[in-house]
């Protein structure tokens, strides 16, 4: 019996592969533009009300999630963007747990 081919894992280079890549970017710099705000919000009032820890850690799982599919599936330059965004989110969870009585 003849073997099925597999659709590889990595998109094959060109066009799509490259517009995907833009548009990913795009995605992790809106949202890492948006999270320094929630930072410097907790950091200003010493309170987190209104912010949920089980968000900010799907949040964090989901960065994480990102940064080891690009370690195993081809490193680029949009793992610094996920870089960014686990480290702020990461802030912002400590920052949580610290003003959290106060909220």
């Not at 330059?77 to 747990?97: E, H, K, M, R, S």
Request: with cysteine; hydrophobic share 55%; aromatic share 16%.
């Amino acid at each position: 019996m003849p073997v099925a081919e597999t659709a590889p894992v990595i998109a094959d280079p060109g066009i799509p592969a490259v517009i995907a890549q833009i548009s990913e970017a795009v995605m992790l710099a809106c949202f890492g533009a948006s999270w320094p705000f929630s930072v410097i919000k907790a950091l200003r009032i010493r309170k987190v009300t209104g912010k949920s820890p089980v968000f900010l850690w799907l949040i964090f799982t989901g960065y994480l999630a990102g940064i080891t599919f690009k370690l195993t599936s081809g490193v680029d330059w949009v793992l610094a963007l996920y870089c960014w965004n686990i480290f702020i989110v990461g802030f912002d969870t400590l920052l949580y747990y610290r003003f959290r009585s106060k909220g």
